[in-house]
């Protein structure tokens, strides 16, 4: 994607000074603190997530799944609408109904698996890592995601 720069990882160092046992070794932030915290939560997230949608069907009513509250509010689709649908197809094997939900999800769920690939490795490895995108990166996306939005309305 145009302007996506990644190259920003820093190791956080540990503040000097005497431990708890008074050996003078370095103290340890909180385990909370740690640059793979905020990723594996994600990740076990996810899972969870996963596992509670791999047994619930979303093409049926009633269940606990979250509605879009803009096609709540406008009664249009926004450009994730049919995301949920999508994953549970793709996790049944289902690609041509995935395809059905949404394309432009379809072809991005790559993309962000490698960014959260990437901030996984570089949270275990002791480092942070925050993406950044350029000004016209984020044109790029908007002007894709409100295209995307626009097609799939007026078909």
Not at 121 to 137: D, E, Q
């Amino acid at each position: 994607m145009a302007g996506f720069s990644g190259a920003r990882a820093a190791r956080t160092p540990v503040a000097p000074g005497p431990s708890p046992d008074g050996a003078g070794s370095s103290v340890r932030r909180s385990p909370l603190r740690h640059p793979a915290t905020a990723p594996s939560a994600v990740l076990v997230a996810g899972a969870v997530g996963a596992g509670y949608l791999y047994r619930t069907d979303p093409h049926e009513p009633g269940h606990v799944l979250p509605q879009c509250p803009f096609r709540m509010l406008t009664g249009l689709l926004c450009p994730a609408c049919g995301g949920t649908r999508m994953v549970y197809d793709l996790m049944h094997g289902h690609l041509a109904e995935a395809w059905l939900d949404n394309r432009a999800l379809l072809l991005a769920s790559p993309y962000a698996l490698v960014l959260l690939g990437r901030w996984a490795w570089a949270g275990l490895h002791g480092r942070r890592w925050r993406p950044t995108l350029s000004p016209r990166g984020q044109v790029a996306v908007l002007t894709v995601a409100l295209a995307w939005t626009v097609a799939r309305n007026l078909v």
